[in-house]
């Protein structure tokens, strides 16, 4: 697996990472033994940016690769992410928290599930309106001092907010969805910030939660804990507009000849340097899949064309629900 910069200053990570949620949440049932296989894939095969969060689960998706890393620690370049407060008593809620302390609590936390001396990559998984994020910013670089953490990240951080994180202390990477279908960071404005000061934009759900791949074809190709069965571009008269956008990709696909899913993770990677895509999967056959992208070559005149064909507003309805689109761009 070849390798791309994290930012103008930071280090050098596989040019594709590996999402790490599915495994534990979200997507249908997991499967401990398939998922620890992925990840062991994934050692095999170079892909060693690994993406997590303690909101997955919550806290289970990192004891899952702190198990899987115990004695092989250096082989991975380890994200997390903090923010994100899940409702014990109703799995549907969610707070956001930004505060000094909190971020303390977060890390010590993660560090104990991931066992492990050291964050490669720490995130704020989603701004807190009401704490300034000067101040968050503040605690985070406060463990780069102490070695708890190397570099930090934002997540889903609207352009004022990157400015003002990265007056405080560099960010390494901002972390956004970024695909065919969800082309937000170049209408907000946010990859422009992010480009004005050297910082990585690292693109989750790059397949459009699957979608792009053209695995899923009808509603009931969801389990029914699957979080999509709610998604609004999965449900109702979008889930049907937008199989027509599948269908374009895989006759882009066709003409280069490899898989729906690569076409589309080609495309991001053609879209600068600076971009990594994390797409997640928790099955073997899925990654190395996804690690056939790095072998499809786009010309500049093949990305304009895709580009034509998927502007901006292409996908029919919101990427998260109402309850959850408000912490966006923040």
Same mark, same amino acid.
């Given at each position: 697996m070849i390798t791309r910069k994290l930012g103008k200053h930071g280090p050098d990570v596989s040019t594709l990472g590996l999402g790490c949620m599915g495994m534990s949440e979200f997507y249908g049932a997991g499967d401990e033994?398939?998922?620890?296989?992925?990840?062991?894939?994934?050692?095999?095969?170079g892909i060693t940016f690994w993406d997590t969060s303690d909101a997955y689960g919550p806290h289970t998706n990192e004891e899952l690769i702190g198990r899987t890393l115990a004695g092989r620690r250096d082989k991975v370049f380890?994200?997390?992410?903090?923010?994100?407060?899940?409702?014990?008593?109703?799995?549907?809620?969610?707070?956001?928290?930004?505060r000094p302390e909190y971020v303390r609590l977060s890390? =010590? $936390?993660?560090? /104990?599930? *991931?066992?492990?001396?050291?964050?490669?990559l720490y995130y704020q998984h989603r701004v807190d309106r009401n704490v300034p994020i000067e101040e968050t910013v503040g605690a985070m670089a406060r463990l780069v001092e =102490? $070695?708890?953490? /190397?570099? *930090?990240?934002?997540?889903?951080?609207?352009?004022a907010s990157i400015r003002k994180a990265a007056a405080v202390h560099p960010i390494a990477a901002l972390q956004s969805?970024?695909?065919?279908?969800?082309?937000?960071?170049?209408?907000?404005?946010?990859l422009a910030a992010c480009r004005e000061h050297g910082i990585a934009l690292v693109a989750y759900s790059p397949l459009g939660r699957g979608f792009l791949t053209g695995a899923i074809t009808k509603p009931e190709d969801f389990a029914e804990d699957d979080y999509r069965?709610?998604?609004?571009?999965?449900?109702?008269?979008?889930?049907a507009k937008n199989l027509a956008i599948v269908e374009k990709v895989?006759?882009?696909?066709?003409?280069?000849?490899?898989?729906?899913?690569?076409?589309?993770?080609?495309?991001?990677?053609?879209?600068?340097?600076?971009?990594?895509p994390i797409p997640g999967t928790k099955r073997v056959k899925y990654l190395e899949e996804n690690a056939g992208a790095v072998q499809v070559t786009l010309s500049t005149a093949e990305v304009a064309e895709i580009d034509a064909v998927f502007p901006p507003d292409t996908a029919a309805g919101d990427r998260y629900a109402?309850?959850?689109?408000?912490?966006?761009?923040a």
């Open positions: 033994k398939e998922s620890i296989a992925t990840l062991e894939r994934a050692l095999d095969l380890l994200a997390t992410k903090f923010g994100i407060v899940r409702d014990p008593n109703d799995p549907n809620k969610r707070g956001i928290d930004g890390v =010590e $936390g993660s560090l /104990r599930r *991931l066992k492990t001396d050291h964050i490669d =102490e $070695g708890k953490v /190397r570099y *930090l990240g934002l997540s889903e951080a609207s352009a969805e970024y695909s065919l279908w969800t082309r937000d960071p170049e209408t907000t404005g946010t069965r709610i998604n609004p571009r999965f449900t109702g008269d979008n889930f895989r006759k882009f696909a066709a003409t280069k000849g490899c898989t729906p899913g690569q076409l589309a993770l080609a495309w991001v990677l053609a879209k600068g340097d600076d971009i990594v109402s309850n959850m689109m408000g912490s966006i761009n």
